[in-house]
Nanobody
Framework: VQLVESGGGSVQAGGSLRLTCTVSGFTSKDYTIGWFRQAPGEERQGVSCIGNRDGSVYYADSVKGRFTVSSDVAKNTAYLEMNALKLADTAVYYC???????????????????????WGQGTQVTVSS
């Protein structure tokens, strides 16, 4: 399984970016994609989940109302639309494939308790004032 992120970059506060996660290697379309981020000197933080089975989504409180996660199952691609970006959103963003939506929910909500085998390489998002 491989995940490749793209779409990061530099943007001014209040601006928008769309990240793309291209997935390959799954034998079925029934998988979950999670978005995570890590700022320098900080722990990795969960951002959002989307489950391909039924389109369920979940957002961390810090991005709710500003970020939108979606997927194109036919293209094996997930997206993270980020609007109203803040300085605090600056981080390397990763997509990953938790074993289930339930696992992703636990990881993004901070409960943890799951190992994730498949991660992308990350893409830098920098928000400036």
């Amino acid at each position: 399984v491989q995940l490749v992120e793209s779409g990061g970059g530099s943007v001014q506060a209040g601006g928008s970016l769309r990240l793309t996660c291209t997935v390959s290697g799954f034998t079925s379309k029934d998988y979950t994609i999670g978005w995570f981020r890590q700022a320098p000197g900080e722990e990795r933080q969960g951002v959002s989940c989307i489950g391909n089975r039924d389109g369920s989504v979940y957002y961390a409180d810090s991005v709710k109302g500003r970020f939108t996660v979606s997927s194109d199952v036919a293209k094996n691609t997930a997206y993270l639309e980020m609007n109203a970006l803040k300085l605090a959103d600056t981080a390397v963003y990763y997509c990953a494939a938790p074993v289930s939506f339930f696992a992703c929910f636990d990881l993004v909500s901070g409960r943890g308790g799951w190992q994730v085998r498949h991660w992308g390489q990350g893409t830098q998002v920098t928000v400036s004032s």
